[in-house]
């Protein structure tokens, strides 16, 4: 069961990182020469997410793509944090089996 919850919070870790940076590009959108940020997750060999963040190379801003970005975040975000309480909730009910 270790496996799902370091999937679970790698998944919670990224989702949060990405909301961070979709926040951070709405809130510069009129700062002269701001490039974006975008965080990149990748899967893991050993199961679960990695995120990366990086800078976009063009200037401007994409305000539509950052909220669409912080929807899709909070939704992974949930559904992690579901995964991880459905993992929990299972582990005490087999320590209350063997009790």
């Not at 990182?17 to 490039?35: G, K, V, Y």
Request: no cysteine; charged share 15%.
């Amino acid at each position: 069961m270790s496996i799902g919850l370091s999937t679970a919070l790698s998944g919670i870790s990224v989702a949060n990182e990405r909301l961070r940076a979709s926040a951070n590009n709405i809130a510069n959108t009129q700062t002269t020469d701001f490039r974006r940020q975008q965080v990149e997750a990748q899967t893991l060999e050993s199961g679960g997410v990695k995120g990366q963040l990086r800078q976009v190379n063009s200037v401007g801003n994409a305000v539509e793509a950052d909220l669409i970005t912080q929807k899709s975040a909070t939704y992974a975000f949930v559904a992690n944090l579901r995964v991880l309480q459905t993992q929990l909730d299972a582990s005490g009910t087999l320590l209350d089996i063997h009790a």
